[in-house]
């Protein structure tokens, strides 16, 4: 695999097992190695970020590569003047062995890949998908819950804008057998592309709290403000804190790829079904795994 743009991209089950594997060592030795010594990635963010950009960059660190990097590529690079996304792409390949890129459009990861030599990873393309990000949430899921067939897995929220959600619903394809409860308002639901592939039993409601008791994974995510305009919908319809948590399954796990903004409260954190900083955590080991499979000699 060259580029990574799309979760679609990991329909290979054996394989995808693979990747958990070697996140999986690299987790249990705190590994650092010198496995992609002489290797440079850029990370190139046109939109804010934490911990994608930070993980990617300590992951390729921790494998003794090294990194330039925008994370603020809108005002602080050649595209305020009005260069073109492909000519910076362009550009940056011959710095680089690998770009790791955010944008604010959907498509532009893609867009990238096709004049880049060196491969692209996608770290969220506007409303599109976020592939590295589902990666990572189907290894903690496997981590926490030890599988990932026969679970019932929800997600909670901005369906229709969620990045995370459009990649993670793709993902959990691979495991056909796990039941996908997709939860949000009417307006906001998931655009049909995403969800047409699927063999998994789905179900679509915009209950919340009727659905907690019959889960065994509760994937929340803000709504996705930044991404449309004039809504009736600018804070999340669905909350989980001290009045709704006590209707959650008392063996699942909470996961919400972060920020969390007022989906779940704080004072859900002490809860011990709270995953999402593990989750956040998970992500320097899963993006290792990868760098080295893109950047690594076979
Ligand atoms: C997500 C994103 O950027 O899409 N953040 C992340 O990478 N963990 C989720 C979000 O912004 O809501």
Redo the contacts with the bound molecule.
Sequence with gaps: MKHVISAGQFSNREELEKLFEVAANFQNNDTRSDALKGKILASLFF?P?T??RFSFESAMLRLGGQIISAENALDYSSVKKGETLEDSIRVVTGYADCIVLRHPEKGAAQRAAQVSPVPIINA?DGSGE?PT?ALLDVYTIEKELGRVDGLRIALVGDLLH???MHSLVQLLGVYPACRIVLVSPNELRIPEEYTTSLKNPIDETSEFTLILPNIDVLYM??I?KERFENTQVSSSPYVLDAKTIPYLAKDAIILD???RVDEISPAVDSDPRAKYFTQ?QNGLYVRMALLQSVLGRA
């Design positions: 939109e970020s911990r994608t969220g976020h990000q969620s990045r995370t995510n803000r996705q790829p972060l920020p956040a």
